[in-house]
């Protein structure tokens, strides 16, 4: 299965951007899915994940500000940004995790918001 990020790129303080995180199979496959940030310098991080049965879970740096949901019809899970700010920086992955707890990546899409 892969996954593919798209919707990153430059941002003002206080501006929104929607990522997508498109899986070349179903996404029923997974038990969960996620998104994962890594700024320079810093470990990757937890964004926000989304189980198969819809239970949602967020970072609380980013909890009122982001929302998680995904399409199964489309195979596709979206991450909604609003109100960004510079510490949200980063390369932001998508995650999808089966029920053997295997791990697939996408390759990271940067988000950047300026000051």
């Known amino acids: 299965v892969q996954l593919v990020e798209s919707g990153g790129g430059l941002v003002q303080t206080g501006g929104s951007l929607r990522l997508s995180c498109a899986a070349s199979?179903?996404?029923?496959?997974?038990?969960?899915m996620g998104w994962y940030r890594q700024a320079p310098g810093k470990q990757r991080e937890l964004v926000a994940t989304?189980?198969?049965?819809?239970?949602?879970n967020y970072a609380d740096s980013v909890k009122g500000r982001f929302t998680v949901s995904r399409d199964n019809a489309k195979n596709t899970m979206y991450l909604q940004m609003n109100s960004l700010k510079p510490e949200d920086t980063a390369v932001y992955y998508c995650?999808?995790?089966?029920?053997?707890?295997?791990?697939?990546w996408g390759q990271g899409t940067q988000v950047t918001v300026s000051s």
């Open positions: 199979a179903s996404i029923f496959s997974f038990n969960a």
């Open positions: 989304i189980t198969s049965g819809g239970d949602i």
């Open positions: 995650n999808g995790r089966t029920k053997n707890f295997y791990n697939y």
